[in-house]
C-alpha cells in the first residue's frame, strides 16, 4: 500500500525557517518525481515544488522560487522541503504528491501556520 505522511509543519514567525519531510512507503520511492502542493485556508491547490526520481532536477513556483529548496533522500524514502523567509501567505496546508498517472498518491499535509 502506497503511503505518504508529511511532517514538520507548525506555528513560525514571518521571516522564520521550517523544513517539511514526507515519509514514502509502499512503492519503488527512487522511480518517482515528487511533488510538494499546498492549499492555503479557503483556496484552491498550488503546485509549489517537483524533483525528479534522482533529485538533481527541481522546479519551483514563482511564489517560491529563491525561498524553498526541494530534495530527497532515495536511501531514506524521504522527501524534504526547507522553506526559508516565510511570508504569512505561505499559511498552508502542505502535501507531498507522488508523480506517477498524474498526482496519484497524496499525503494527508501538515499544516504551516505564519504568523506573529
Known amino acids: 500500500e502506497v503511503q505518504l505522511v508529511e511532517s514538520g509543519g507548525g506555528l513560525v514567525q514571518p521571516g522564520g525557517s521550517l523544513r517539511l519531510s514526507c515519509a514514502a512507503s509502499?512503492?519503488?520511492?527512487?522511480?518517482?518525481?515528487m511533488n510538494w502542493v499546498r492549499q492555503a485556508p479557503g483556496k484552491g491547490l498550488e503546485w509549489v515544488s517537483a524533483?525528479?526520481?534522482?533529485?538533481?532536477?527541481?522546479y519551483y513556483a514563482d511564489s517560491v522560487k529563491g525561498r524553498f529548496t526541494i530534495s530527497r533522500d532515495n536511501a531514506k524514502n524521504t522527501l524534504y522541503l526547507q522553506m526559508t523567509s516565510l511570508k504569512p501567505e505561505d499559511t498552508a496546508l502542505y502535501y507531498c504528491?507522488?508523480?506517477?498517472?498524474?498526482?496519484?498518491?497524496w499525503g494527508k499535509g501538515t499544516l504551516v501556520t505564519v504568523s506573529s
Open positions: 524533483a525528479n526520481s534522482g533529485g538533481e532536477f527541481t
Open positions: 504528491a507522488r508523480w506517477g498517472d498524474g498526482m496519484d498518491y
Open positions: 509502499g512503492f519503488t520511492f527512487s522511480s518517482y518525481y
